[in-house]
């Protein structure tokens, strides 16, 4: 099945600054790639997601990078603000079935 | 414009017990994904279910969990005979259409089930 991996666990930026979280998957049959965003205690919130035939989507300060070849997609956040602190979570699927998620990358915008 | 539902919100059951999780898709949705996230991890895949069909329970574990999709009323995933290590926060997401179809899912804000 499927195997997703993301880095970093943490990340800690001042404000302004931009955060990069990277995430790699295994099966070259996964096509659609979300990214969610969970405040503590809260539920994931879709934030952007890209699919295969894409190599890059942006919306806003938040942009989506798929390389297909290398396996890895990369989520891209500049202009951060502190409400931007929460944990962001990469997810790979294959025709829109099952969601295989990431670890998780607990962001930490400094004030 | 409701999103996807879930009740309880927090569930206290003692060792030996049965849980029961409900989760209400969104309009129009008839697609549902049950996901379990133990704390500071990630979401696992459980079960996905559409309306009287389970089309795949590959990360259910075999033995007291089940979960059904009516065709009136909620998706429950029923736990029996919960142990301490069941402690997590089980996910609904739901979808308006499934596997092919190009639509993503929703999540529901989640059912946190502790184990005494």
């Known amino acids: 099945g499927e195997n997703v991996e993301q880095h970093p666990s943490t990340l800690s930026v001042q404000e302004g600054d931009s955060a990069v979280i990277k995430c790699t998957y295994s099966?070259?049959?996964?096509?659609?790639f979300p990214w969610y965003k969970q405040e503590l205690g809260k539920r994931p919130q879709l934030i952007i997601d890209?699919?295969?035939?894409?190599g890059e989507k942006k919306d806003q300060r938040i942009a989506v990078t798929l390389n297909k070849t290398a396996k890895h997609f990369s989520l891209h956040i500049t202009e951060t603000q502190p409400e931007d602190s929460a944990v962001y979570f990469c997810?790979?699927?294959?025709?829109?079935?099952?969601?295989?998620f990431g670890s998780g990358t607990k962001l930490n915008v400094k004030p | 414009n409701a999103g996807v539902m879930q009740n309880p919100r927090h569930l206290v059951r003692r060792r030996g017990q049965e849980a029961r999780l409900r989760c209400s898709p969104m309009?129009?949705?008839?697609?549902v994904y049950w996901y379990r996230q133990l704390p500071e991890e990630g979401l696992k895949f459980m079960v996905y279910?559409?309306?009287?069909?389970?089309?795949?329970e590959s990360g259910m574990p075999k033995e007291r969990f089940s979960a059904e999709f009516p065709k009136e009323g909620p998706s429950i995933l029923r736990i029996q005979q919960v142990v301490r290590g069941d402690s997590a926060a089980y996910f609904c997401?739901?979808?308006?259409?499934?596997?092919?179809?190009?639509?993503?899912?929703?999540f529901g804000p989640g059912t946190r089930l502790t184990v005494l």
């Open positions: 997401a739901s979808s308006r259409a499934g596997t092919g179809a190009g639509d993503t899912q929703y």
């Open positions: 099966d070259s049959a996964s096509n659609y």
């Open positions: 890209i699919r295969s035939n894409v």
């Open positions: 997810a790979a699927s294959s025709n829109f079935n099952k969601f295989y």
């Open positions: 309009k129009g949705h008839s697609h």
């Open positions: 279910l559409q309306k009287e069909n389970i089309i795949d």
